[in-house]
C-alpha cells in the first residue's frame, strides 16, 4: 500500500458512528471491519482550530501558539487576531510529503487559508471571506472548481442563525454534494499520493438541529419534524463516501475517516463576566442593565482582576500589573490568585446548587510550550456540558437561549478514527487513540521519518 | 517561474550535497519544480567514466550545465552540486546557463585543489549557522532576485473581510 485518502467529517461523534448507527451506514461499516476504529481524542480545547492544524502537524495548540480561533495578539486589551493560514508555522504532513515529491490533494481541510503552496493542489476552508478570493493553490483550481462541483462549490453555510430551518438543510445537503462532486472531480483525474477532505456538515447539523435528535437534550419534543435530520445526514454523508471509495484502488490505497472532535448535549450557557462580576473580579465604568456584548471599553481596569471569552469553551484572562497596559494583579501574587480562581470556577453550581463539575486547565500544564499570548486558564464548564457566554447584563449567570450561537450542542472530547488496515499492523490496538498520532502514523504509512519534535506517536 | 540554476560550489569536506538536498526539499515544499544534480545520485550516471583529473572534472562541468540548461528551459529549476574546484569550468557554465546563482559553501580543503568562485551571489558556513539558517539565506536570496516568488503569506484580513469572518464564527457558536 503506498497511497492514503483520509475523509475528514468536522465533528463525527462516536457514540452515533459506532454505538448508534453503524449498521445504518454501510460503507462506513465496510471499513471499520476490514481494519481498525476508535475514538479520536481531540486536542485542549476541542474545537476545529486548531484541533485540525493538530492532527496534521503533531503539536499541541501551545507549541502552535493559538488557543482557538481569535487569540491575543499582545497583552493589550484588544489586540485580537484571527489564527488562519499564514499564522501556522509548523510544517504539517503534506509539507513533508512535497519535500519527497509526493502528490497531495488537499481540499477543506481548516485552517487552509489563505493557502499556502505545496507539491499538488489545496482548496482552503472557512476561514475564507469569500469566494472572490484567492483560495486555492495552484490559482488555477478556482476557476475548475465551480464546475467540479456541479455548479457551485460551496466553503460553508450561509445565514447559520435562520429560523428556517428547512432552508438550513437544504443548504447543509448541498455544501456537501458540491464538496464530494469536486473532490472526486479531482481526485479521479490526477495520482495523488496523499489525498485529504473535510467536510463541515456535520459540525453545521449537530449544532443547528441536535434539540431534535438528542431525547435528553432540555428542549426535545417526541416526534418533532426535525427528528431523524442527524441521522438521514449521516446516512447521506456514509452514501457520498461510497461513492469515492468507488474510485479508490483497494489494492494501492488505505482510508481513514476522521473527526477532530465529538458532540453532546450542551445544557446551556454559563455567563462567565457575570460570574466574574459576582466574585468582585471584574468591574464595568457603568452598570449595564439589559444583555450586551461586553466589550474591553466598558470595563474598569482598575478594580477589575480577570475576564472570559465566550465560545464552546471558556478562555480566562487576568490583567497582570506591568504586563497588560492597567494590569493590576501584582506578578508574586499571581499563582496564588490563579489557583483561588480556578477553586471557585470549579465549585460552579447550577441552578440547583448541583456542582456542574467545571474544569479549569493552566496552560503550562497541559501544553509542551506556551507560545504566542496563552489565556490565563482553559476553562471546560461544566467539563462542556455548558458552553461559556461572555455577554453582560443578563441578570443571571445560567442561560438557556444562548447569546451568541447555537445553544443545542457543544464540542464532546473524542472524535473518530477509522482506519482499513490490517490490524497486524497496529502496533497496540487500543478504545481511544491520539490526534496527535496522527501526523506521525502518516509519514511513517509513507516511509518517512517522524521528526523529534512531533509529540504524537505513530500507530504503525 | 522561468528554470534557473543553483551552482553548490565548496571544497571537499563541506556539507555541500547535503545543504543542496535541503534547499532542494524547501523548493519541493513550496511547489516548485526542482532538480538535484550531485554527486550521489545523477551524477552516479551523468559522470560514469569520468576521473579526477583537470579533464574530467571540466567535463563533468560541462554534462551538468548541459543537463541543467535542459531542465531551465523546461521551466525547472537545476539545483548542481558536485565536485568542481576549478573557477574556469564553473564560470564558463555560468556564462552558459545565464540565470545562475552560486552558492559557496564555506568548509576545509583538506589540503586539496580549490579555487573559491569570485562574486558568488551567497556565501554560507554551515559549521557557523547551522543547516536552518543557511537554508533561509539561499532561498531568501533566491527570493530578492526575483527567481522563486517570495513567500508573501498575508494573515490580515480586511476591515470588512474581519466583520464577516467574526459574524460568521460567532453565527457558529466558535466566538
Redesign the interface.
Known sequence: MKKLLIIGLDCATPQLVFDAWLDDLPNIKKLVDQGIHGNLKSTCPP???PAWTSMMTSKDPGTLGFY???NRKGYGYDEL??A????VKE?RVW?YL????KKSLIMGVPQTY?P?????MLVAS??T??KD?QYT??DSVKTELDQAAGGNYII?VR???TDKKEWLIEQIYEMTEARFKAFNHFYKNDDWDFAMMVEMGID?IH?AFWRYHDKNHRLYEAGNKFENAIFDYYKYVDARIGETLALVDPEETTVMVVSDHGAKTMTGAIAINEWFMREGYLTLKEPVTSPCKLATSMIDWSKTRCWG????YSRVFFNVKDREPEGIIPKEEYDAFRREVITKLEAIEDEEGKCIGTQAFKPEDIYSNTNGIPPDLVVYLGNLDW?SAGSVGLNTLHIYE?D????DANHAENGIIIWNIDPTRIKELKETYSIYDMAPTILTYFGMEVPEDMIGQSLI | MKGFTVWFTGPAQSDRNYLARMVEESLLERGIRVELIDDESAGKVLFEGLGGSPEDREMAVARAAHVSEMLARNEVIALVSLDAPYREARESAREMLGDFCEILVKGDAGGETFEEPAKPEVLVDMQADGEDQCVTTIVRTLELLKLIPADETSAEYSGDEEEKITKRLKDLGYI
Do not use: C, M, Q
Not at chain 1, 488562519?84 to 499564522?87: C, G, I, L, T, V
Open positions: 474545537i476545529t482550530v482557538g480561533f481569535r487576531f484571527f488562519n493560514n499564514a499564522y510544517k509539507n512535497s519535500r519527497k515529491r489563505p499556502k503552496p505545496l507539491n499538488g472557512f476561514l471571506p469569500n478570493v493553490h495552484p460553508d445565514d447559520f442563525r453545521r449544532h471569552e465566550g465560545g464552546y458552553r444562548n451568541t450561537g447555537p445553544d
